[in-house]
């Protein structure tokens, strides 16, 4: 299927929202929405999340690129952003899914260059008996209790925790991964760097032209690299970027708005306030309400 054509939703299948733990994690059971669909989750992509999905009892397909796999024992199957997917269920299955934004991952593994790309491949794991598996199984259990207890350090212990579980799956011998997709990452590696130099720069006035220019290519083709990769524009990557640092540093309640303005170098308070409205439908203090209501 064209680009173009993908089915995309910004929450998890069937939804345009999703409620991250201060913009980073979601973890819901896994076939809950396929009961709600008649156990059809009908192909689809997500441009903002890496998802891992954790299949601990029942049958169903996988479906990905033309190909049906069938999973009937306990699995776990890992989808990029930006990627089509989708199951449908032979009989009830359980488990867990848990949904990072694209942001989490290079804020906390950024300096592991390799095994941020080792993310960009769908991967189905059977689970197998042995003493990795059962580390990975064992940190997912974690992360599903640490999201739902709301404990002090929630947030520091999940990504710790996020963080673990993305190593342990790189650490998994090749033969016990099928990776499903072998694409040229050359665009995702200039995606991967174009992001970076966004962070490094941390300069909200910084031209597209100048990121262009230091990745060694054209305005232009910094476009499709991003159309490509993450079905954006580079402005708005950079745009997403910088809302979601906002909303990070709006959850520390010992800084004012004027300041978390002022970290992200814009102009003023006002102007931030106006973009940040613009692009998540609720102003900055609405935002840090809203979330200190959740914690």
């Known amino acids: 299927m064209d680009q173009s054509e993908k089915r995309y939703y910004q929450g998890l ?34 441009n903002h999340l890496f998802q891992v999905f954790l299949i601990q009892s029942g049958t169903t397909f996988f479906l990905y690129n033309n190909q049906t796999i069938q999973i009937d024992r306990p699995t776990i199957v890992t989808v990029p952003k930006n990627t089509e997917h989708g199951f449908e269920h032979q009989t009830d299955v359980n488990g867990w899914i848990i949904s990072l934004s694209d942001t989490v991952l290079e804020r906390m593994i950024f300096r592991e260059a390799e095994v941020v790309n080792s993310l960009e491949d769908v991967q189905v794991i059977t689970l197998e008996n042995n003493d990795l598996i059962k580390e990975i199984e064992h ?52 995606f991967r760097k174009f992001t970076q130099s966004i962070k490094e720069s941390a300069n909200y006035k910084k031209t597209i032209d100048e990121y262009a220019s230091e990745l060694g290519v054209t305005a232009g083709h910094l476009n499709k690299i991003c159309q490509a990769v993450a079905s954006q524009s580079p402005k708005e990557v950079i745009m997403k970027y910088f809302i979601t640092e906002a909303q990070l540093l709006l959850t520390d309640v010992t800084l004012t708005i004027s300041e978390v303005a002022y970290k992200l170098n814009f102009d003023d308070k006002s102007y931030f306030s106006r973009i940040f409205k613009k692009k998540t439908g609720i102003t900055p203090a609405e935002f840090r309400k809203l979330t200190e209501t959740k914690l």
Request: net charge positive; with cysteine.
């Open 13 to 46: 299948y069937g939804s345009d929202e999703i409620e991250f733990t201060k913009g980073l994690i979601h973890i819901s059971p896994f076939g809950v929405i396929g009961k709600q669909h008649q156990n059809n989750v009908l192909q689809h992509a997500h």
């Open 139 to 190: 940190t997912i259990q974690k992360c599903v209790s640490e999201y739902h207890d709301y404990k002090d350090g929630r947030l520091l212990m999940l990504e710790y925790l996020v963080g673990q579980l993305v190593v342990l799956l790189y650490r998994l011998p090749q033969n016990q991964k099928k990776k499903l997709n072998k694409t040229d990452h050359s665009s995702k590696i200039y």
